[in-house]
């Protein structure tokens, strides 16, 4: 491979990865407006099911029967049991948009490093860089899978040893 192919290849390799850094800008972007919204529909239905229940414990027993209110605030507190889900929805759109802002900072990364210096990037730039990746990880899993990747183990053989349960599976993020 000659010079000129080799600053070619660089070239379309820095092009391929600006488009990746956009598009997931791009994404991250367009989904936190729309969860931004959702989140703001969520919690306003929250709060009139709240204001329905103190309503329902309001109404005099001539307003209302027994029945019938047992019956409201019964729908009601379904209502409030399954609005855990929708949290959870969130939670995952929470992990689901950090994976995609370290990806995004990583690929940046790789993207000035080969801007500078091409193929002749050092050793120590391409540590720099692997720390600084090391560093931002603060998920088990996403830790597990650059271990398992950095061993020389496939994408699959990766995720699937990286999304094994573990013992503490609940993490904060």
């Not at 070239?11 to 791009?26: D, E, G, M, R, V």
């Amino acid at each position: 491979m000659t010079r000129q192919d080799t600053t070619d290849c660089i070239a379309q390799l820095i092009t391929h990865l600006k488009l990746a850094i956009a598009q997931s800008q791009l994404s991250l972007k367009d989904a936190g407006h729309s969860v931004a919204m959702l989140t703001n529909s969520f919690i306003d239905m929250l709060e009139e099911v709240n204001t329905l229940k103190s309503a329902i414990a309001g109404f005099e027993s001539k307003d209302i029967s027994e029945g019938a209110r047992t019956e409201l605030n019964g729908i009601c507190d379904r209502y409030l049991e399954k609005s855990v889900f929708g949290t959870i929805g969130f939670q995952f759109y929470d992990k689901l948009s950090q994976r995609l802002n370290h990806m995004t900072t990583t690929l940046e990364e790789l993207l000035r490093l080969l801007e500078a210096n091409g193929a002749q990037a050092s050793p120590e730039q391409w540590q720099a860089i692997e720390d600084s990746v090391r560093r931002r990880y603060t998920m088990e899993q996403d830790k597990a899978l650059l271990e398992h990747i950095r061993q020389g183990a496939s994408v699959e053989h990766a995720i699937h040893e990286a999304s094994k349960p573990q013992e503490h599976d609940i993490e904060l993020f």
